[in-house]
């Protein structure tokens, strides 16, 4: 299913905001861009899947948690980069670094399982070439990898991991199982992560970004 592998890819291109070698302002207009770009791309899986219904909900509460907490931690961080000290930087680093990483992230899994709920319901064949799901797995696999550690919200990915890969077992099905491995990638690569560094530094931390 290509337009799967389409919403891996924005959640990949979108990400290197993160990398030291894009200039603050660049990072500011992607980070603006990028609810747009993934919810649209979300919406045009769900309209090939025809998602209606409790796979529609699941998607649009998972779509309003990400942009909102993708907005709240833009302009948190926007206002921290004005620099802040005291209570006032601690209140900003907690909208920033806690609550809006929270709210993301969970809210993009949600639109993942929205996308495995749509699938068991499709009226259309859900079959993507060996090719493209090879690809979305590798993609959306090291994105969530990525984001789950630079936000501070790792936490969140073994429970969703773990459930998606018994909910593939349970009822196999191609996109279902697509998004299995990648979240099982993902896991994979945070427990190397851990066992590397003894914990979960993130990114930033170790001087890498």
């Given at each position: 299913m290509r337009r799967l592998l389409v919403f891996a890819a924005v959640l990949a291109v979108f990400g290197v905001r993160h990398l030291s070698w894009v200039s603050d302002q660049t990072a500011e207009w992607i980070s603006l861009a990028t609810p747009f770009a993934v919810v649209a791309a979300a919406a045009a899986v769900l309209a090939q899947l025809q998602a209606r219904g409790a796979p529609l909900a699941v998607a649009i509460v998972g779509g309003i948690l990400y942009v909102d907490g993708h907005g709240m931690h833009l302009a948190a961080d926007s206002i921290r980069s004005e620099g802040l000290s005291g209570e006032a930087e601690r209140v900003a680093h907690f909208w920033d670094e806690r609550i809006s990483h929270w709210e993301l992230h969970?809210?993009?899994?949600?639109?993942?399982?929205?996308?495995?709920?749509?699938?068991?319901?499709?009226?259309?064949?859900?079959?993507?070439?060996?090719?493209?799901?090879?690809?979305?797995?590798?993609?959306?696999?090291?994105?969530?990898?990525?984001?789950?550690?630079?936000?501070?919200?790792?936490?969140l990915l073994p429970p969703a991991a773990i459930g998606l890969g018994i909910w593939a077992v349970l009822r196999p099905r191609p996109l279902l199982r697509t998004c299995a491995a990648a979240f099982g990638l993902?896991?994979?690569?945070?427990?190397?992560?851990?066992?590397?560094?003894?914990?979960?530094?993130?990114?930033?931390?170790?001087g890498w970004i």
């Open positions: 969970s809210g993009l899994m949600l639109v993942v399982v929205a996308f495995c709920l749509a699938e068991a319901e499709a009226r259309v064949p859900v079959a993507p070439a060996p090719w493209a799901a090879v690809s979305t797995v590798a993609l959306l696999g090291l994105t969530l990898f990525a984001g789950v550690v630079e936000g501070g919200t790792w936490w993902a896991l994979v690569l945070l427990v190397v992560w851990v066992v590397w560094h003894g914990g979960v530094p993130e990114f930033s931390d170790l």
